[in-house]
């Protein structure tokens, strides 16, 4: 019997190491109501002309004293003050293609009122843009940020980082603006990412190497081409996405399922190379898997926790088989169903590049992988009794074909359920899509300022009462490229609600929010380990999309 978990580990930085040792410390030492967000401990630089040997040998002289007893705050405090920077690593930048009041910005917006607060949402691009400070590329050992080619959007508050997938709706919300510039820099940036590491990275950190998030860089190019037809970009994106394609389609990232008459179905689950605490919540999963003696439980445990990062949903009673139980994670048992429909995605944006390129045998190869996939989600993931596609579990540790089971699907009802409708492959059949909008319909996921991410409160943050800006948007958008009537007006309704109470929490809080309390209107959601958050990339980029998409009636109130 296995005695610890031998799955894949990608090793992390000596700085981010030692960074997780002073997050320990600052846990101890302040009291619980004051302890500082464990983040901001491991995004610490480590100022000239110290060597971290050095650093961590004063550390340890002022550990030593008592094992027993937490390091002054003070102390403590001067300590970090001494040897580190923080915040110094990222410097403002104002984008080139930044003007504030862009042509042609949301013609369909015709209430002044709305079209206002769409141009200060629309500035905030201005706040959130950064470049890599030069000494990230002269000292990358002395950051945990890690350097990169082109200027950054980030997501905000706590969140000093380029995200993977945060990136799609970011860049959306740019080209409301015809800011095409940024938009193919934070392309290239993650370009850059596949280049070095062979998959885009969770956020652009070192203790981030260990896991991708949801593949959306095929996705990313495709928006940009269909609006500046670059031949040149796709041209180069060619090569790193088959290469980013390959990590999600080999490895423990790939499954297979075996349907009752023998047929193979190959699927993608997300799979983290990390089985210890995340450095950058190190002292909360700590505590977690605390609840295990055994070292393989307590490993696969913290793997299944990475692994619910990748996911980008973290966290969530989809990951857990009991949802009362948050040590029931098991996200590497899970075959979601918004993980498939992103790399269908993905074969079909690669079989349309192919195309544009000339390359057809390319293409042809994609168009098979493409139906294959769509074949699985018919044979695994969709539910005709619930009209919904729905995640499956497996049975075994994934390695080995399974066989499929009906009981194996998570019949709990979920945002993600309804993920498929945003590609073509599904929004364009007229029947599927009446199923699947009555399903929507009675789901109960519908609520007062939008789509609830699920119907379980279970205090975490993709979980009910929240809902996220990306999960509005997919499936908003899928409904309206159906051309069904009805798919047509439940997804304006829908957006609408999401405008308003964006909105309504804007002007009553000041910010806009990473994830609103959709159960009720204007409130900013919360729950999870960590504060609300503001900023915020990916809410901005959602709410600029959705008026671009449905504009404003001047005589239509914005006010509830």
């Not at 599904?426 to 939008?450: M, Q, R, T, W, Y």
């Not at 997919?474 to 007006?489: D, F, H, N, Q, Y």
């Amino acid at each position: 019997m296995a005695v610890s978990d031998s799955g894949p580990m990608v090793q992390t930085t000596p700085l981010v190491t030692f960074l997780q040792r002073v997050q320990l410390e600052a846990q101890r030492s302040y009291p619980t109501e004051e302890t500082p967000d464990p983040k901001v401990y491991i995004d610490l630089s480590l100022k000239h002309p110290h060597h971290l040997s050095t650093v961590e040998s004063v550390f340890n002289d002022l550990t030593s004293g008592s094992r027993d007893l937490p390091v002054p705050v003070k102390k403590l405090e001067k300590f970090i003050g001494e040897y580190f920077d923080d915040g110094k690593d990222l410097v403002p930048h104002e984008p080139e293609d930044f003007v504030s009041h862009p042509l042609e910005f949301l013609l369909n917006v015709e209430n002044d009122q709305v079209r206002e607060w769409a141009r200060e949402v629309y500035c905030l691009w201005k706040t959130l843009c950064y470049r890599v400070s030069d000494s990230v590329r002269e000292s990358p050992d002395r950051h945990t940020l890690l350097p990169l080619p082109e200027p950054v959007i980030i997501p905000g508050s706590r969140f000093k980082e380029v995200y993977y997938w945060d990136s799609y709706w970011v860049i959306k919300g740019l080209l409301t603006g015809k800011m095409f510039t940024t938009a193919k820099g934070i392309v290239t940036n993650l370009m850059s990412l596949v280049e070095t590491y062979g998959y885009v990275l969770n956020g652009a950190r070192a203790y981030y190497t260990n896991r991708s998030q949801p593949p959306l860089l095929s996705s990313m190019v495709y928006e940009i081409y269909n609006v500046t037809k670059d031949e040149e970009l796709v041209r180069k994106a060619i090569p790193v996405l088959l290469k980013e394609y390959e990590f999600w389609n080999s490895g423990k990232h790939k499954v297979v399922i075996r349907d009752a008459s023998g047929h193979d179905h190959m699927l993608s689950r997300y799979y983290a190379m990390w089985n210890m605490p995340r450095p950058e919540s190190y002292v909360f999963d700590q505590e977690s898997a605390s609840a295990f003696s055994n070292t393989l439980e307590k490993q696969r445990f913290l793997r299944d926790i990475a692994t619910a990062a990748e996911t980008g949903c973290d966290f969530s009673t989809r990951w857990m088989r009991d949802p009362n139980n948050f040590t029931t994670m098991a996200t590497t048992s899970v075959v979601p169903v918004d993980l498939n429909v992103f790399l269908l995605k993905m074969e079909r944006d690669i079989t349309f590049m192919m195309e544009i390129c000339g390359d057809i045998e390319g293409s042809e190869r994609f168009v098979k992988a493409s139906e294959a996939r769509k074949k699985a989600f018919e044979t695994v993931f969709w539910n005709e009794k619930a009209g919904q596609w729905l995640d499956y579990w497996l049975s075994s540790n994934g390695d080995e074909p399974e066989t499929w089971k009906a009981e194996n699907q998570n019949t709990n009802v979920f945002a993600s359920n309804f993920a498929p409708i945003w590609i073509s492959s599904f929004n364009s059949d007229e029947n599927l899509v009446k199923k699947v909008v009555k399903a929507l319909e009675d789901s109960g996921l519908i609520a007062p300022a939008g789509i609830l991410t699920s119907l379980t409160n279970s205090g975490q943050q993709w979980d009910y009462p929240n809902g996220w800006a990306p999960q509005q948007e997919m499936i908003v958008t899928g409904l309206v490229r159906s051309g069904v009537k009805e798919a047509e007006e439940i997804a304006e309704e829908i957006a609408r609600r999401w405008i308003r109470s964006s909105y309504s929490v804007h002007k009553t809080s000041g910010s806009i929010h990473e994830k609103l309390n959709v159960a009720a209107f204007g409130e900013y959601g919360g729950g999870g380990e960590y504060k609300p958050q503001t900023g915020f990339g990916w809410s901005n980029g959602v709410i600029l999309a959705f008026l671009e998409e449905f504009g404003w009636p001047s005589d239509l109130s914005i006010e509830p």
